[in-house]
C-alpha cells in the first residue's frame, strides 16, 4: 500500500531533551516536506527536501532539522524542544521536485513540550 | 514570499445548500492552486486543484474558479451533503521554482446542517 508513514504518533516531552519524529514514504517520491498546523495558522512549512542530500528551509524552520539520507526517509529533529513547538505535525510527500501536484501526507504527531 | 489569505474562518451551511470559500494570493507568479480537504482527526488530502492557464474546473459537485488578474481563486461546493463537514485548505505555489511547494490558508471549517 502507497503511503507516509510517521512516528511516534502522540509525543509528551520536557524543554530540552531532544527528539526525532520520524517519516517514511515507499512510492519514490522526490519531494518531502515537514509541516505544523496549529489553530487559526493553517498549515506551515517548516522544511523541504527535493532530492537525497537537497533540503531547504520553509516558512517557520526555527528550532528544526532536517535530514535526507535516503529518498524514502526525512525525519525531522528537534534539538532543544521549547513549549511553543507544541503543535500536530505532519511530513508530506510528492512525485514531482517541485511539490507542484498532489501531496501525500502522513497521519500526523502530536507533541506536547511541557 | 507567498502570503494566501483565506475566509471564511467558520461556514454553517443546510444540508442541499452550496458553500463558496475563498483566498486570495499575493505573489503573481503563483500558478498552482490545489485544495485540501481534512475530516477531524485525519490528514489532509487533495480534493482538487487548478492551474493558472484554466479558469474553472469542476469534479462532480466540487469546483474551483481562478481569477488571474484579482489574484483570487473560489471554491464551490453545491448540493452539500453531512459528508462535506471538514476543515478546507487553500493553497498556491510557483511551478518550476523548486524553492518550496505549497503556501497554505488558515483554513475554513465547513459544517453541513442535516
Known amino acids: 500500500e502507497a503511503q507516509v508513514t510517521q512516528n511516534p504518533r502522540y509525543l509528551i516531552t520536557v524543554t530540552g531533551k531532544k527528539l526525532t519524529v520520524t517519516c517514511s514514504q515507499n512510492?519514490?517520491?522526490?519531494?518531502m516536506s515537514w509541516y505544523r498546523q496549529d489553530p487559526g495558522l493553517g498549515l506551515r512549512q517548516i522544511y523541504y527536501?527535493?532530492?537525497?542530500?537537497?533540503?531547504d528551509k520553509g516558512d517557520v524552520p526555527e528550532g528544526y532539522k532536517v535530514s535526507r539520507k535516503e529518498k524514502r526517509n526525512f525525519p525531522l529533529i528537534l534539538e532543544s524542544p521549547s513549549p511553543n513547538q507544541t503543535s500536530l505535525y505532519f511530513c508530506?510527500?510528492?512525485?514531482?521536485?517541485?511539490?507542484?501536484?498532489?501531496?501525500?501526507f502522513g497521519p500526523g504527531t502530536r507533541l506536547t513540550v511541557l | 514570499g507567498e502570503n494566501v489569505e483565506q475566509h471564511p474562518s467558520t461556514l454553517s451551511v443546510q444540508e442541499g445548500d452550496s458553500a463558496v470559500i475563498k483566498c486570495t494570493y499575493s505573489?503573481?507568479?503563483?500558478?498552482?492552486f490545489p485544495w485540501y480537504k481534512q475530516e477531524l482527526g485525519k490528514r489532509p488530502q487533495l480534493i482538487i486543484d487548478?492551474?493558472?492557464?484554466?479558469g474553472e474546473k469542476k469534479d462532480q459537485r466540487i469546483a474551483v474558479t481562478l481569477n488571474k488578474t484579482a489574484k483570487h481563486f473560489s471554491l464551490h461546493i453545491t448540493e452539500t451533503q453531512p459528508e462535506d463537514s471538514a476543515v478546507y485548505f487553500c493553497?498556491?505555489?510557483?511551478?518550476?521554482?523548486?524553492?518550496?511547494?505549497?503556501?497554505f490558508g488558515s483554513g475554513t471549517r465547513l459544517q453541513v446542517q442535516p
Open positions: 508530506a510527500s510528492s512525485f514531482r521536485p517541485d511539490g507542484n501536484n498532489e501531496q501525500f
Open positions: 512510492m519514490n517520491h522526490e519531494y
Open positions: 527536501s527535493m532530492n537525497v542530500e537537497v533540503t
Open positions: 505573489d503573481s507568479a503563483s500558478n498552482y
Open positions: 487548478i492551474r493558472s492557464n484554466v
Open positions: 493553497a498556491a505555489s510557483m511551478v518550476g521554482t523548486g524553492r518550496r511547494a505549497l503556501t
